[in-house]
T-cell receptor
Framework: AQKVTQAQTEISVVEKEDVTLDCVYE???????LFWYKQPPSGELVFLIR??????QNEISGRYSWNFQKSTSSFNFTITASQVVDSAVYFCALRAILSNTGKLIFGQGTTLQVKP | DVKVTQSSRYLVKRTGEKVFLECVQDMDHENMFWYRQDPGLGLRLIYFSYDVKMKEKGDIPEGYSVSREKKERFSLILESASTNQTSMYLC????????????FGNGTRLTVT
């Protein structure tokens, strides 16, 4: 079975703090993709990053960084020096290629509130 | 930039009505999807389509149907709306390769009274 767990339902930080959003996934497939999406109050989900199962290299994009560890089945997302504009719901998602017809499975989301 | 456009931002319908939610994408994507989003339940896949006139059931297809007559347009149909279909509906599209990210529309908040 495919599953994505985002154990943190809500996180509240003060601006300029660093914050890490956790994502743990389950799949028996050896080939899969992991994604992070951001959903600001406007409602539209915005694609942030994709990682395939063969690439465990961490990635940094500005204040955002992602830590992919197959050994712990985790794909965590860190925002450095958070800003009010980072306030949103963040979703982690899994797409296993062979099973589940390649459907995108979402976690339940983490609501991040960044206070000024 | 990819543009996925959902025809209505807010919709209020009565129980028993037939409801059409329309979605159009402008990037020639093969795949299109309909999700619903509910508090505490995240996003759940209703139906998806990987080609014109093709459709596959997602995790919660009951009470819904879809239509894809043209590549750019994917319609979600509520045959007889019920109050438990009050939700946020999100349309998405992507290229066929499995690693392609989904691009989402702004969503339609449907209220069934």
């Amino acid at each position: 079975a495919q599953k994505v767990t985002q154990a943190q339902t809500e996180i509240s930080v003060v601006e300029k703090e660093d914050v890490t959003l956790d994502c743990v996934y389950e799949t028996r497939d050896t080939t899969y993709y992991l994604f992070w999406y951001k959903q600001p109050p406007s409602g539209e989900l915005v694609f942030l990053i994709r990682r395939n199962s063969f690439d465990e290299q961490n990635e940094i994009s500005g204040r955002y960084s992602w830590n992919f560890q197959k050994s712990t089945s985790s794909f965590n997302f860190t925002i450095t020096a958070s800003q009010v504009v980072d306030s949103a719901v963040y979703f982690c998602a899994l797409r296993a290629i062979l099973s589940n017809t390649g459907k995108l499975i979402f976690g339940q989301g983490t609501t991040l509130q960044v206070k000024p | 930039d990819v543009k996925v456009t959902q025809s209505s931002r807010y919709l209020v319908k009565r129980t028993g009505e037939k409801v059409f939610l329309e979605c159009v994408q402008d990037m020639d994507h093969e795949n299109m999807f309909w999700y619903r989003q509910d508090p505490g339940l995240g996003l759940r896949l209703i139906y998806f389509s990987y080609d014109v006139k093709m459709k596959e059931k997602g995790d919660i297809p009951e009470g819904y149907s879809v239509s894809r007559e043209k590549k750019e347009r994917f319609s979600l149909i509520l045959e007889s709306a019920s109050t438990n279909q009050t939700s946020m509906y999100l349309c998405a599209s992507s290229f066929r390769p499995q690693g392609s990210p989904l691009h989402f529309g702004n969503g339609t908040r449907l209220t069934v009274t």
